[in-house]
């Protein structure tokens, strides 16, 4: 079974402008998370969707924001980029049901200039 | 208090030794805890899960939780220089529509040398 899958890998921004990284899910999973990692503040939750609904949000500013389609892939759209927003993003995806293991991909690196 | 403490390291040990990897936690609605294998410029790698207090076993890894002292580890026996990454410990509240976020350690960077 494939894994999870990001695109694009790299990217290279300036300030200001806006981003938009894609995420599909492991075939058969429903849930899609994305997470921000940086040297300083570690892995952060950003937001989950679940059949194409926002179930949770973590403590991002308006700027980040996502979505989810009927087939689980998964977009997240950075507005108004800064210098801070330099990290890599990940993406996670689960089965829906009890059981909370998320499955990775290998990230998005943004790099804001 | 940070939700989840770990202790960055780094950490170093010959091929060959026991390495644990620990960390601790605050919040006691965490009940779902995870170790994750990160190497460099990859995504974390899930390892183990855990629900329940006790060991639990697979391969050369062991995941250790204590609820009741609010304390995870991690023990790699046998420890490979492919073992060498960033360990990260994770934990979530539970079932439910809004607990399934991840909570994460900083990670502690381990390096086997051979």
């Known amino acids: 079974k494939a894994g999870v899958t990001q695109t694009p890998r790299y990217l290279i921004k300036t300030r200001g402008q806006q981003v938009t990284l894609s995420c599909s899910p492991i075939?058969?999973?429903?849930?899609v998370s994305w997470y921000q990692q940086t040297p300083g503040q570690g892995l952060q939750f950003l937001f989950e969707y679940f059949s194409e609904t926002q179930r949770n949000k973590g403590n991002f500013p308006g700027r980040f924001s996502g979505r989810q389609f009927s087939n689980s892939r998964s977009e997240m759209n950075v507005s108004t980029l800064e210098l801070g927003d330099s990290a890599l993003y990940l993406c996670?995806?689960?089965?829906?049901?009890?059981?909370?293991?998320?499955?990775f991909g290998p990230g998005t690196r943004l790099t804001v200039l | 208090q940070k939700e989840v403490e770990q202790d960055p390291g780094p950490l170093s040990v010959p091929e060959g030794a026991i390495v644990s990897l620990n960390c601790t936690y605050s919040n006691s609605a965490f009940q779902y805890f995870m170790w994750y294998r990160q190497y460099s410029r990859k995504g974390p790698e899930l390892l183990m899960y855990t629900y329940s207090s006790g060991n639990k076993e697979d391969g050369r890894f062991t995941a250790q939780v204590d609820k009741s002292s609010k304390y995870i580890s991690l023990f790699i026996r046998d420890s490979q220089p492919s073992d060498s990454a960033t360990y990260l410990c994770?934990?979530?509240?539970?079932?439910?529509?809004?607990?399934?976020?991840?909570?994460f350690g900083k990670g502690t960077l381990l390096t086997v040398n051979p």
């Open positions: 994770a934990m979530s509240a539970g079932s439910g529509g809004s607990n399934y976020k991840l909570t």
């Open positions: 996670a995806s689960r089965v829906s049901g009890g059981r909370n293991e998320q499955f």
């Open positions: 075939s058969g999973h429903r849930s």
